[in-house]
């Protein structure tokens, strides 16, 4: 969709650890991931290919909200999710490939999420373990989702499921 994702003239830059509060990483074109253990961080227009355990963007320790706007995120088969989020708002991301667009971690991780005008979309089935591919996951929680295009198949796959509430057991 092209009124998604990161736009315009972007910088190469390699992975990204944010390690100040109120950070903005902006304009750039990342191989790798960025990490966020800090809080009132800001991504915005920035393209991101590759990935690590938690995804492209992991906020599994971020100690505050997150705000991430016009990110284009093409995942590689090595992680489990485009993006792992926790008190966070999403805002015309473009996600592909990898197992899960979004894992959702919600109150039970601390905050809440928002995740709007985003495609998600051409998910990557690992065949090396028994993956069950969804655009959308969470285990429940303080979740908004809305005016969202959710395609969780890829061709002839049709993976999971676009939208998975609640945890595996």
Known sequence: DSNTGAHGS????????STTDGQVI???DITGYIKVPSKNVTIQNVRITGGDTFGAI??????????????SVVSTLNQLAGMTIR????????IS???DGIDAWGDGWGGKNLVQDSYIHDLARNTSVASHDDTLQTAGGDETFRYNTL?????????NSCLQLGALQ
Do not use: E, F
């Open 10 to 17: 972007l910088t190469p830059h390699g992975s990204i650890t």
């Open 97 to 99: 490939g990898g197992q």
């Open 58 to 71: 992991d906020l599994t320790k971020a100690t505050g909200h997150t705000t991430i706007t016009d990110v």
């Open 26 to 28: 902006q304009n750039l």
């Open 87 to 94: 008190d966070a708002t999403i805002t015309r991301a473009n």
């Open 151 to 159: 395609l969780p198949y890829n061709g002839t796959d049709p993976m």
